[in-house]
């Protein structure tokens, strides 16, 4: 492993604490989910390390594109959460399958900040095999929520808001 991919300790998730929250990518009580993991590199980015089991597969050994994609998506919306303090939707996501993801075996998932300008925050990532190879890479525009979206779209209550209003209505790279 090389001084860039080194990992620390997990990072606490500190919305992990919260029982309604059931998240696909990184929340343990989702029992369908990938319960992932991040991790800070040595060099800032935010990471996961993950092996799929043969229940991610399309064919057989091979890891769906699908997953690949929510994979990609995790960990860079968990950058964002985490690097800039605010919860974000995905508004696109663009993913470069090189290679194929096998079951079975550990990759590491790395996300960085691009770019922040214009009310949204550009992310990349890369899914690197054990033997250091790129198989993935993927790069993403998230939009910050904004609390009405926080009570319209995610259902949240007035004691929900007021828990993470610090999450919401975030001005980035505005003017």
């Known amino acids: 492993m090389s001084a860039a991919t080194e990992a620390s300790a997990a990072i606490e998730l500190p919305w992990l604490a919260d029982p309604e929250f059931c998240c696909f990518g990184c929340s343990p009580r989702n029992p369908v989910g990938m319960a992932l993991t991040m991790v800070r590199l040595a060099d800032g980015r935010v990471a996961s390390y ?3 089991s043969e229940e991610y597969a399309s064919y057989p050994g091979v890891v769906h594109g699908g997953i690949v994609a929510a994979l990609v998506d995790e960990v860079m919306g968990d950058l964002v959460a985490l690097d800039q303090g605010l919860l974000a939707f995905l508004v696109t996501l663009r993913t470069r399958m ?4 096998r079951t079975g075996v550990r990759y590491c998932t790395a996300a960085r900040i691009a ?3 214009n009310g949204l925050l550009h992310t ?7 033997d250091g190879e790129i198989r ?3 790069s993403a525009t ?3 929520i904004r609390s009405e979206q926080a009570v319209s779209t995610m259902g949240f209550n007035a004691s929900q808001l007021d828990r993470d209003r610090h ?3 975030h001005k980035i790279g505005l003017t």
């Open 98 to 101: 090189m290679l194929p993801l």
């Open 115 to 117: 770019k922040i300008g």
């Open 50 to 52: 993950n092996t799929f």
């Open 167 to 169: 999450y919401f209505d």
């Open 124 to 130: 990349e990532a890369d899914v690197t095999g054990p």
């Open 136 to 138: 993935v890479t993927a």
């Open 142 to 144: 998230y939009q910050p």
